[in-house]
């Protein structure tokens, strides 16, 4: 009994130290990153297309979507299990959900692949169709990064709320996260967990000496139980 009670009041404890994580997956604080809508002619969305028309601004906002979420699903892949244990960023499921992104988005994806290839074409004529080869893989480079951990967690988030978009509406969705993809790109690390005693609360412990259990490890009345003293216990039975 004695023991039971130390156990649990030691699981109150280390209940109450625990700090509530945050709801990002790959960091226990969020990192600090910038959001809020762009426009799709703002510098931070990626290549500038000089004399681009609003909608192949658009068109260029979108593509520079797909990129991300590209290179969300070539960076942001499972690292390899550990004797076994199951992949620790299995359950981001970048891969798939891109795959599935990309298939329910493909009508949008693919008019904004014409309407920009039109571009390179009316504004620099037969070397268009290499310009916008060269933009395209400069477009997918600027995504790519070796401190992927808030990328990670920004660009799988947005993978997986990108589905629940309705076919038609990707614009207005680039238009609310490209600021917050980009802003992902910057190095990202955890604040360290600071220990702070006040916020440790430990269940009350009963009074465990000696003279206050019976011999069947019921705490006795007089130090705040409801047992009684074995001598009573034994009058009763002999009763």
């Given amino acids: 009994m004695r023991n039971s009670v130390m156990v649990t009041a030691a699981a109150a404890a280390l209940a109450a130290v625990a700090p509530a994580p945050a709801a990002g997956q790959l960091f226990f604080y969020n990192p600090e990153i910038r ?104 477009t997918y480079n600027g995504f790519s990064t070796t401190s992927v951990y808030g990328f990670c967690q920004v660009a799988t988030a947005d993978l997986k709320s990108g589905l629940r978009v309705p076919k038609g509406q990707l614009v207005p969705f680039a238009v609310a996260h490209m600021r917050e993809l980009r802003s992902s790109l910057a190095p990202a690390a955890d604040r360290p967990l600071v220990y702070n005693p006040y916020l440790v609360q430990l269940a009350p412990l009963p009074n465990l000496a000696e003279q206050c259990w019976n011999g069947s490890d ?10 009684t003293t074995t001598s009573d216990k034994r009058k009763k039975r002999r009763g």
């Fill in 35 to 138: 959001t809020g809508p762009v426009e799709p002619s703002d510098p931070i969305v990626g290549e500038p297309l000089p004399g681009a028309t609003p909608a192949e601004q658009r068109a260029n906002l979108l593509w520079n979507l797909r990129a991300a979420m590209n290179v969300a699903a070539l960076q942001c892949q499972p690292a390899a299990p550990v004797h076994g244990a199951p992949a620790p960023n299995d359950y981001m499921r970048a891969a798939p959900n891109y795959n599935g992104f990309i298939a329910h988005h493909a009508g949008e994806l693919a008019a904004a692949y014409q309407v920009l290839g039109k571009y390179f074409l009316r504004t620099n004529g037969p070397k268009g169709a290499a310009l916008f080869d060269q933009y395209s893989t400069r």
């Fill in 218 to 227: 019921e705490l006795l009345v007089q130090c705040g139980g409801t047992g």
